[in-house]
């Protein structure tokens, strides 16, 4: 095969060439050995208007076409490039399919040589970048990419991307490359005609692997290094004078000023340690809070031989503790830090159960890349953890096939001394400090066997998240398309699922088994146990929409099951349930007898079998997860949960979800951790309620009297920083309906992201606001040189969302619960934060309802005991997403009145730093941002 290519990139009126959608700009770029020899591009005219948002897309209109020539008078030159070479672009079948039919409209031939999909490799070769968009790939491999969606810009940025992954290609071992050789023809493109030549030329000289890879039973992986012992023998003291604290911190930091708020930080976490006390610190934005506590936690450790655990709510602080601060803190302390992140077992890869499955055969799209994937991110990590991958959903799949659990069938001593997650947990049991999340944190107090080493001290950071965490953990959730899923991965007999190579096993048994049920009478069960799941799922969304109280304009409903119901539709709801809890212990039972039966002569199965059966079991499992959850929401349901249903009317079973949650999580946790910890550190930016931590003690089940609370305020100077303002002609929000409202809001949107030029972020509380708010704003036709983007209608996710609203000059973006926290835009990306509504629970939704009705039987009051200071703390997260660094400024504008209308709208305000408050109409706002600018 020759080694010419040629990258193509289309501009086009549309997306569907055979409803008569034209190519508006053609470009190539074209690479022979190695090197860009030829560039061409041309503007086509497609003989029919361009519609407006392609015009907006590309900047293309019908002027800058109306000279062009047509695609039949380029199509000669078209095809002369394409002479004996491979057709790359990214998402290729987009390209070539417009390209057919234009060229055999004009009366050529089509292109029927080899192609290439740069997304197909990206996926493979870059298996951890966080978008295969080509815009995020330049990004990430620092591609100038100046005019995305015009044609010749697109196409150059795509040849130099086929130019860096053909180099990672090369430089895989050729062991990897072996393996996604076998499984490329799966592929959309023909990358196996392209590795036939590189694995040609790597056979011809001996391989020299890196230093730094191995082959292990053919798969190549990154070497672990042999782990340090480490010890220190010299004394070690806690920096007490803070004149020591700031020379630590010069180490780290060039130009460090102090931050007093940070030492406050360091004296209580050491403090409360030492002390053996627990601990609540509430640290403002930017006070440094990571070092804070980190530095004390090590120095604590070391002093006392003691491991000191750090829990977070998210991710992405895990890997901010490590990546970032981690190394700040080796560089401040003379002494070796050992910390490692720690995450449950299904984080992990099972090497033996991946290494069983690139034996399957496969036809399935999703596996296959997710396999070639995995095959490539294995020459990478040094975690096997899973959240290092780009899966798709499909991808997801797959991975439950070869997560690490216990085995029971595959014999995996080969793979014992590289398995990943028993190396985290030495690494763990040998470290200073052990990252891990409040879900781990909580699994490990009621685990048969300890996941975490022995720690009696804890910092808990993100703590305003740790109750909720705590009433996840302990709560069930049944969902539709799961509990299918599950099933379906059984299947019946002439589905050939599982069930169907299940009996294939016992078949070939040399022994029979006179007691287990016949093929046909299991598969019955299993026939029956889908039927029964059906109904359930009915029955509970004819439940659902009788008993809510939807409200107007809203799709997404909810339900509450009361404890005392004695109403037909639960007795109906109630019964189904019943009938598959035991149509689910029979099958389960029936599913048991058989496993015994195969382990009689498991020793005699293949190697293929026995991870078959791993697969089994583990699916085993799941069902008597799901029987214990039917068992406690509908059948035993608990006096201390509440219980309720959650669905979208426009697609009831699909979109259906059953929760139950403990009431009050504070005594389990008081029971369970707190009292068998020496010493706890909560700390957050947001745990107190008008200066007060009682509603966060409370929440923990902790008693002010055994804790030391401490409040340590930002060091930002917000008087000077920021603008707070309420508009006065807005209507109050409960006094109008949802159109109303959303209609009055978006005039006000408009006008002020013209004054502010975007830079805005905009926070919700519900969905259907936020997309009736969206649609609205882009109807007006006000706004159409802004980016704006809407979380749940842009896709992507989080970050992603707000890497693309940082990367337009005009741009506004608008988030609900997510981005109410976690959110970091520093600097003029971000100048204008709007709150929509103050962030409170609705009452009638069936948690909220629940827990205000225990709050009222022990006498309290539920609107000032629960929902108030429920909603205060995430105001207050809501409030910290403007000022992040001390040269930050803007507005913020908060559109709900009641903040100046009501008696409790003060504890808002008290709530968050003291910054003068200005009431205006919209006009007097837009002046006001426009003066700001001036100044």
């Known amino acids: 095969m020759c080694n010419k290519f040629v990258v193509i990139d289309l501009e086009t009126t549309g997306n569907a060439p055979k409803k008569g959608d034209k190519i508006i700009q053609f470009a190539a770029v074209v690479i022979e050995n190695g090197k860009i020899i030829e560039e061409y591009s041309s503007l086509v005219d497609p003989a029919q208007p361009i519609p407006p948002f392609i015009e907006e897309l590309t900047g293309l209109d019908d002027e800058a ?12 030159k078209v095809l002369t490039l394409l002479e004996d070479a491979y057709f790359v672009a990214h998402n290729v079948l987009f390209d070539l399919s417009f390209l057919q039919e234009e060229l055999l409209e004009a009366g050529l031939n089509g292109f029927y040589g080899p192609v290439l999909d740069t997304v197909e490799l990206a996926r493979v070769l870059m298996p951890t970048a966080d978008s295969f968009q080509l815009s995020e790939l330049a990004l990430r491999e620092g591609l100038k990419h100046d005019r995305p969606h015009q044609a010749d810009s697109d196409a150059y940025v795509t040849a130099e991307l086929l130019l860096l992954l053909i180099e990672r290609l090369n430089r895989l071992p050729l062991a990897t490359i072996k393996q996604i050789h076998k499984l490329s023809g799966g592929l959309k493109s023909d990358l196996d005609l392209f590795i036939d030549t590189i694995i040609i030329k790597k056979e011809a000289v001996v391989e020299t692997l890196p230093a730094d890879l ?30 020591v604290k700031s020379g630590l911190f010069a180490k780290a930091f060039l130009n460090y000023e102090i931050r007093s708020g940070q030492f406050t930080m360091m004296d209580a976490v050491y403090k409360a340690f030492t002390h053996k006390k627990h601990a609540l610190i509430e640290a403002g934005t930017g006070v440094g809070k990571s070092l804070a506590y980190l530095i004390p936690a090590v120095i604590y450790g070391m002093e006392n031989s003691k491991i000191v655990i750090i829990s977070t709510f998210t991710t992405q602080l895990q890997e901010q503790l490590l990546s970032n601060d981690i190394p700040k803190l080796q560089r401040m302390l003379p002494f070796p830090i050992q910390a490692v992140i720690l995450k449950g077992r299904s984080h992990y890869i099972s090497l033996a159960k991946f290494e069983q499955s690139l034996l399957d055969l496969e036809d399935n799209y999703d596996t296959i890349l997710t396999k070639m994937q995995i095959l490539v991110w294995l020459t990478e990590t040094m975690t096997g953890d899973i959240n290092e991958i780009n899966l798709s959903s499909g991808g997801f799949i797959f991975w439950n096939k070869i997560k690490n659990d216990e085995t029971v069938f595959l014999q995996k001593k080969s793979w014992l001394s590289r398995d990943f997650y028993l190396r985290a947990r030495s690494q763990a049991a040998k470290s200073n400090i052990i990252i891990t999340n409040h879900s781990l944190l909580l699994t490990d107090l009621v685990a048969s066997q300890s996941i975490l080493p022995k720690y009696s001290h804890v910092v808990i950071d993100e703590g305003h998240h740790f109750v909720k965490a705590a009433s996840q953990h302990f709560g069930y959730s049944l969902d539709y398309l799961t509990t299918r899923f599950l099933l379906s991965r059984i299947g019946l007999l002439e589905q050939k699922q599982m069930l169907f190579k299940l009996e294939n096993i016992i078949e070939k048994a040399e022994t029979k088994n006179s007691q287990l049920l016949h093929s046909f009478e299991i598969n019955q069960m299993v026939q029956e146990l889908v039927f029964e799941t059906d109904e359930l799922f009915k029955i509970i969304g004819l439940f659902a929409k009788k008993k809510s109280k939807s409200r107007k304009g809203y799709h997404r409903i909810n339900s509450r099951f009361p404890l005392n119901d004695s109403s037909q539709e639960w007795k109906a709801l109630k019964t189904n349930a019943e009938r598959c809890y035991f149509h689910l212990k029979d099958f389960i039972h029936a599913l048991e007898n058989r496993l015994n039966f195969i382990s009689l002569f498991k020793d005699n199965l293949s190697a293929r079998d026995k991870a078959f059966l791993e697969e089994l079991v583990s699916i085993k499992e799941k069902f008597e997860e799901l029987i214990k959850v039917i068992k406690h929401i509908f059948i035993l349901p608990s ?3 509440v219980s309720w249903i959650e669905m ?19 005594q389990f946790l008081k029971d369970t951790f707190f009292s068998k910890k020496e010493s706890a550190v909560i700390t957050s930016a947001t745990l107190s309620v008008k200066n007060s931590f009682n509603y966060m003690l409370n929440e923990l089940g902790l008693a002010k009297e055994n804790c030391s609370l401490e409040q340590i305020p930002s060091p930002f100077d917000y008087k000077e920083q920021v603008k707070l303002i309420v508009p006065e002609d807005l209507p109050e929000v409960n006094h109008v309906t949802l159109e109303e409202y959303v209609s009055a809001i978006s005039e006000h949107i408009i006008s002020m992201a013209e004054a502010t030029k975007g830079r805005m972020l905009i926070l919700f509380t519900s969905h259907e606001m936020l997309k009736k708010t969206y649609e609205l704003i882009k109807e007006s036709g006000f706004l159409t040189d802004y980016a704006i983007i809407a979380q749940g209608v842009s896709s992507g996710s989080r970050s992603r969302l707000t890497r693309n609203f940082q990367k337009f000059e005009k741009a506004i973006l608008l988030g609900t619960n997510s981005f109410w926290e976690g959110v970091d835009i520093p600097g003029e990306d971000l100048t204008c934060l709007i709150i929509v509504r103050l962030p409170f629970s609705p009452p009638d939704e069936p948690y909220t309802e629940a827990k205000s009705e225990l709050i009222k039987q022990n006498g309290g009051n539920p609107f000032s005991d629960y929902s108030l200071p429920e909603a205060i703390i995430r105001f207050k997260q809501g409030f910290g997403r403007l000022i992040r660094t001390q040269m930050d400024k803007g507005f913020i504008i908060i559109f709900d009145r009641r903040i100046t209308t009501t ?9 968050i730093p003291k910054v003068p408050l200005i009431k205006s109409n919209i006009q007097g706002i837009v002046d006001l941002i426009y003066d700001s600018q001036e100044k």
């Open 65 to 76: 076409v109306k000279d062009a020539p047509s695609f039949s008078e380029i199509a000669p």
């Open 214 to 243: 191995e082959i292990h039973r053919g798969i190549a992986l990154k070497k672990l290094q042999d782990e340090e012992e480490t010890s220190w023998e010299q004394e070690i003291t806690y920096p007490i004078d803070p004149t």
């Open 639 to 641: 006096e201390d949960y």
């Open 648 to 666: 979208d009317i426009r697609s009831m079973q699909n979109a259906t979800t059953v929760y139950s949650q403990p009431l009050s999580s504070g």
């Open 903 to 911: 008696q409790y709208g003060k504890a808002f305000l008290e709530s």
